[in-house]
């Protein structure tokens, strides 16, 4: 029988009082009980429970999660930690600055207006890797006197916004290891490239073209990689209560220090017009290579899959005709569209010709 990996994010239950120290999630060994009765010898009060492939322990304190995992770590056992919920970061997308915005001058800049960012990342096209003008802030929660980011309304000299960030759907996969439910961030298990199994990041794999028939480094067979939702591994996880992608204002609410003004959701960043603005600034930034191949992060270009952005492209084809009609030397973009043999090749003749439009004397 297939044991279906349970989301152990969100363990232990519900109803019990909010835990605040981080889980261990030991990675199942046959020598599993060697392993426990050394750190059970110590900490007997430590919870241990099996869940799908991993042992979860709980300890009862910071120091103890400390004391646990220091000898783990010195004998290569493989864990990853899971955050209490009040330690996780809370993330919001900053819209308003170019594209070009360099993602420090932001970090800097909120952080001298009392804000206490962790964390600053362009938001990308998911396909073409295009850096879009958004950017995602992770902000620590409960930092004493620290400002309520949704209070801040200027950044780098610029009028900005705030809208909710919506997690990418399906599980989230760590990028050192290639398991799931983890971030790379709290990843002490060995480093798993995707496309040749070894003990490097998929991103530096000297192997750089497209494998034709690959291994699956999580299920062993061929035919797909172990991100590719194929794998009998990939966790069918169903959505989650408040989940951010079916309402997208729950999950996503400021505690504490911040207030109530709950930002609206991101949408529809990546509809042709507003891509169309963008366009220009193509290679003005090369995306972080962190940005582009960390799988748990979001990318924009879900949202076009939602049916509620119909209008909107109803609105950007109305917006071309338009265009077309007041520009028509610029109708051989469409057939240059018909003979691209790929979407990704669509993408970039169309960023291409969007920029040298751009960049016409008006
Ligand atoms: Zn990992
Ligand atoms: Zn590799
Ligand atoms: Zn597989």
């Given at each position: 029988?297939?044991?279906?990996?349970?989301?152990?994010?969100?363990?232990?239950g519900?109803?019990?009082?909010k835990?605040?120290v981080?889980?261990?999630?030991?990675?199942y060994?046959?020598?599993?009980?060697?392993?426990?009765?050394?750190?059970n010898?110590?900490y007997?009060?430590?919870?241990?429970?099996?869940?799908?492939?991993?042992?979860?322990?709980?300890?009862?304190?910071?120091?103890?999660h400390?004391?646990?995992t220091?000898?783990?770590?010195?004998?290569?056992?493989?864990?990853y930690?899971i955050?209490?919920?009040?330690?996780?970061?809370?993330?919001?997308?900053?819209?308003g600055?170019?594209a070009?915005?360099d993602?420090?001058?932001?970090?800097?800049?909120?952080?001298?207006?009392?804000?206490?960012?962790?964390?600053?990342?362009?938001?990308?096209?998911?396909?073409?890797?295009?850096?879009?003008?958004?950017?995602?802030?992770?902000?620590?929660?409960?930092?004493?006197?620290?400002r309520d980011?949704?209070?801040?309304?200027n950044?780098c000299?610029?009028?900005?916004?705030?809208?909710?960030?919506?997690?990418?759907?399906?599980?989230?996969?760590?990028?050192?290891c290639?398991?799931?439910?983890?971030?790379?961030?709290?990843?002490d298990?060995?480093?798993?490239c995707?496309?040749?199994?070894?003990?490097?990041?998929?991103s530096?794999?000297?192997?750089?073209?497209?494998?034709?028939?690959?291994?699956?480094?999580?299920?062993?067979t061929?035919?797909?990689?172990?991100?590719s939702?194929?794998?009998?591994?990939?966790?069918?996880?169903?959505?989650?209560k408040?989940?951010?992608?079916?309402?997208n204002?729950?999950?996503?609410?400021?505690?504490?220090n911040?207030?109530?003004?709950?930002?609206k959701?991101?949408?529809?960043?990546?509809?042709?017009a507003?891509?169309?603005?963008?366009?220009?600034?193509?290679?003005?930034?090369?995306?972080?290579?962190?940005q582009?191949t960390?799988?748990?992060?979001?990318?924009?270009?879900?949202?076009?899959?939602?049916?509620?952005?119909?209008s909107?492209i109803?609105?950007?084809?109305r917006?071309?005709?338009?265009?077309?009609s007041n520009?028509p030397?610029?109708?051989?973009?469409?057939?240059?569209?018909r003979?691209?043999?790929?979407?990704?090749?669509?993408?970039?003749?169309?960023?291409?010709?969007?920029?040298?439009?751009?960049?016409?004397?008006?």
């Amino acid at each position: 029988m297939e044991v279906v990996d349970s989301d152990p994010n969100q363990a232990p239950g519900e109803n019990r009082p909010k835990r605040k120290v981080k889980l261990i999630m030991l990675r199942y060994k046959t020598n599993y009980n060697l392993v426990l009765k050394e750190s059970n010898e110590k900490y007997p009060n430590s919870i241990n429970k099996l869940i799908g492939e991993y042992i979860r322990i709980t300890p009862i304190s910071e120091d103890q999660h400390r004391e646990i995992t220091a000898p783990f770590k010195m004998n290569g056992e493989e864990f990853y930690a899971i955050l209490p919920p009040s330690k996780r970061p809370y993330k919001v997308v900053l819209k308003g600055l170019p594209a070009s915005t360099d993602i420090d001058e932001i970090k800097n800049d909120l952080a001298n207006q009392g804000v206490a960012v962790s964390k600053v990342a362009q938001l990308t096209q998911r396909k073409s890797k295009f850096p879009l003008p958004m950017f995602l802030l992770e902000v620590r929660k409960n930092v004493p006197d620290s400002r309520d980011i949704l209070d801040v309304s200027n950044c780098c000299y610029m009028s900005i916004t705030w809208d909710s960030f919506r997690r990418r759907p399906g599980a989230t996969q760590c990028y050192n290891c290639n398991y799931f439910h983890h971030s790379s961030q709290y990843c002490d298990i060995k480093t798993r490239c995707l496309k040749c199994a070894q003990e490097h990041r998929t991103s530096d794999c000297p192997i750089k073209e497209r494998t034709e028939n690959p291994e699956c480094i999580n299920c062993k067979t061929k035919g797909h990689m172990a991100n590719s939702k194929q794998c009998p591994k990939y966790p069918k996880t169903n959505p989650k209560k408040g989940d951010p992608i079916q309402n997208n204002t729950t999950q996503n609410k400021p505690n504490a220090n911040q207030t109530q003004n709950t930002p609206k959701p991101v949408t529809t960043n990546n509809s042709y017009a507003n891509v169309a603005k963008i366009g220009h600034q193509r290679s003005a930034r090369k995306t972080e290579s962190e940005q582009t191949t960390k799988r748990s992060e979001p990318d924009s270009t879900t949202k076009t899959q939602n049916p509620s952005s119909c209008s909107e492209i109803i609105l950007a084809i109305r917006d071309f005709k338009n265009f077309f009609s007041n520009h028509p030397e610029h109708l051989s973009l469409g057939k240059a569209l018909r003979n691209a043999t790929s979407e990704e090749e669509k993408v970039d003749i169309f960023y291409e010709a969007m920029a040298s439009i751009s960049n016409l004397p008006t």
